[in-house]
């Protein structure tokens, strides 16, 4: 099994809730990455950043294409069939080179581990620090919760609204969609609550 393309997997997980952060600056670029609850609702055109969000999802999207068909290519022996300009086409490029990591040599793997890291360094550079998806904050020596709705401890904020969601691929609330709630303040006891679109409040104290 290559390392190389157990890393491409890790790397495509972070890279994700950027391009969900990114896709939530550009409005006009619309729609969801697969379920349409996404919801791009922060359109603030005044904010310095929104001008290099679009170009950069445009170039990553056009990226993630050629490395997909590329590296099909390499374990396959064909180019395959070329993506439309989705976001969701986008994701599924993602997915895709994921699984194709695994059938092309270490060297090719590590050669599209890289250009991945540079599509994360560059996200990060465009989304402001308080606009960035992070592991959800706790107090010193406290636990992280775990997503109430698959377990794992893949939930992500963005401090600067509270807006938090699940990262693990194949995680559903119980209305079927991508779990993505809001980091709140109970008026009552003052403690940290996520509360979710299907109806459920996830309360914990050891939330920062
Ligand atoms: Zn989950």
Redesign the pocket.
Known sequence: MSSAANEIGLLVEELMPLLAALWDMVPEIGGSPSTGTMGHHKASSSAPWHQEAGPLLYSIAQEARKLEASLRRDASGRLGQRRGGSDANTTAALLSICKLAYGVPDADARLAARIISRWIRNARQVIDQDERPMPVPVRPGRRRPP?P????F??RVVPRDGAIW?I?RG?TDRDGRQ?RGTLERSTVTGGGMIVWPDGRITRNRDLA
């Open positions: 997503c709705y698959c377990g794992t893949s939930l699940c693990n995680c779990p």
